[in-house]
């Protein structure tokens, strides 16, 4: 991992909205191929850092790189081509079918013939252990397998890097561990790097390569490294309390 390119690079960036920064002189970079979580207390501004990194809202500040380019306007279409996310719900269409929402994306952006998306999107629903669940409908599936087949669509597209905003919310134990399972396979046998956002102990300390720890009222980036040794050894009051509380929320 040490060896592996830096595929998201985050420099003095002021995160935040216009009139309305959230966090200065954020700094640091993603890995190929890695398990990054962004992590921190309620409104620490995690979420923000992730709409930066998608694209969805430009930095106040700084510089902002994926896979070598910066989010602009005539790069969009090919940064929005490397990713792909799923949202904390799932956000699936309720009146489509599961293969129905993976086939979406190749749908809208895809030149795939139909009968190739639909091979494709039964592939990936396979990947994410739903291949029996192709012609069912969201309401008919529970939350976890929901996030499943978000997963699965945010991958159509072939994207290298995956954003996860909080995949374990309202999932019992169980299944956020099978969930977290299911993460560590795609890096494992697809490559994919992911970007989590997660407060969840159990899944930071099973899933991360590095996590990065965002604190509201300093409004910075407050520590950067393995979940392990961050809570070993830091001498922080607040990011000592994050780590020892359990599996209690923050």
């Given at each position: ?11 003095k960036?002021v995160?935040?909205?216009?009139g ?19 992590l ?7 979420t ?30 090919g940064?929005f ?25 190749m ?9 190739e ?18 012609d ?18 945010a991958?159509?597209l ?49 899933i ?8 509201k ?7 950067l ?26």
């Amino acid at each position: 991992m040490d060896t592996a390119k830096d595929i998201i690079v985050l420099d003095k960036v002021v995160a935040g909205y216009p009139g309305n920064p959230v966090l200065e002189d954020v700094t640091f970079s993603v890995k190929e191929g890695e398990i990054f979580i962004l992590l921190g207390g309620s409104g620490c501004g995690k979420t923000t850092v992730m709409k930066h990194m998608i694209g969805l809202n430009p930095v106040l500040a700084g510089k902002l790189t994926v896979d070598g380019l910066e989010w602009r306007r005539k790069t969009r279409a090919g940064l929005f081509a490397k990713i792909g996310v799923m949202y904390q719900s799932g956000a699936l269409f309720g009146s489509m079918t599961c293969m129905e929402n993976v086939m979406l994306p190749m749908d809208e952006f895809s030149r795939l013939r139909r009968g190739e998306r639909v091979e494709k999107a039964m592939s990936l629903l396979g990947d994410v252990g739903l291949a029996d669940a192709a012609d069912k409908l969201p309401g008919e599936i529970s939350g976890g397998m929901k996030k499943r087949v978000a997963i699965a669509r945010a991958m159509a597209l072939d994207a290298k890097i995956i954003f996860l905003d909080e995949p374990s919310a309202g999932l019992d134990p169980i299944t956020s561990n099978a969930l977290d399972d299911l993460i560590l396979a795609l890096r494992e046998n697809k490559g994919k790097t992911f970007v989590v956002v997660t407060h969840e102990l159990p899944s930071i300390f099973k899933i991360a390569d590095r996590c990065a720890m965002f604190d509201k009222a300093r409004r910075r980036m407050i520590a950067l490294g393995r979940p392990q040794e961050l809570a070993a050894k830091s001498t922080d009051p607040f990011i000592a309390s994050f780590f020892k509380r359990g599996t209690t929320n923050v």
